[in-house]
């Protein structure tokens, strides 16, 4: 059973770069597809995107003029970037196995943006 | 895209069966067969339970069975046990990105 494992700061500044990194432990990256979904309060979940292990993307079409998606085969991670987050990206984050349909999950990270 | 609707909470007796409904429209629950359930305990990450509308991933309990009917997706829960309090969510394929539902918060009694 694949296991994953999100990690970054946890403390964003207002207009700043939020970024993540999933590392991947038990399977291999190739040949599947990974997502990042995050969880607040107020909106719930909210599906951001995947990535496949040759780099193909597929955002939300919401958050799509402030996310990037990378991935890196030889580290068995894949990462995740918002840019000018303001206080609304506040949330627990996610990554996952799957496109469309997250399958395991790791255990999410809490990132506060706040100055 | 709005969410996709739930309701809040639902309850239940320990040994009963209960329906969770999960409402939509025909652009993402009923357009698709890309409908799933998750469930959560406080604290912890989303577990997935049904996937495709009825299918069920290796070593979650048979329990736990999944439906569509238009644009209306249910998960129903049969001989409920004090484990299964929890939150559920579902959640569906809508041709450019994935929705889910408010979550409904299962009380077992």
């Known amino acids: 059973q694949v296991q994953l494992q999100e990690s970054g700061p946890g403390l964003v500044k207002p207009s700043e770069t939020l970024s993540l990194t999933c590392t991947v432990s038990?399977?291999?990256?190739?040949?599947?597809?990974w997502s990042w979904i995050r969880q607040t309060p107020g909106k719930g979940l909210e599906w951001i995107g995947y990535?496949?292990?040759?780099?193909?993307?597929r955002y939300n079409p919401s958050l799509k003029s402030r996310v990037t998606m990378f991935v890196d085969t030889s580290k068995n991670q894949f990462s995740l970037e918002v840019t000018s987050v303001t206080a609304a990206d506040t949330a627990v984050y996610y990554c996952?196995?799957?496109?469309?349909?997250?399958?395991?999950w790791g255990q999410g990270t809490l990132v506060t943006v706040s100055s | 895209q709005s969410a996709l609707t739930q309701p809040a909470s639902v309850s239940g007796s320990p040994g009963q069966s209960i329906t969770i409904s999960c409402t939509g429209s025909?652009?993402?629950?009923?357009?698709?067969?890309?409908v799933s359930w998750y469930q959560q305990h406080p604290g912890q990450a989303p577990k997935l339970m049904i996937f495709?509308?009825?299918k069920r991933p290796s070593g979650v309990s048979n329990r736990f069975s999944g439906s569509k009917s238009g644009n209306t997706a249910s998960l129903t829960i049969s001989g409920l046990q004090t484990e299964d309090e929890a939150d559920y969510y579902c959640?569906?394929?809508?041709?450019?990105?994935?929705?889910f539902g408010g979550g409904t918060k299962l009380t077992v009694l």
């Open positions: 996952a196995k799957g496109d469309w349909v997250p399958e395991s």
């Open positions: 038990g399977g291999s990256i190739f040949p599947y597809y």
């Open positions: 990535i496949y292990y040759s780099g193909t993307t």
């Open positions: 025909s652009n993402d629950v009923g357009g698709y067969g890309l």
């Open positions: 495709e509308v009825v």
């Open positions: 959640c569906a394929y809508a041709g450019s990105t994935t929705l």
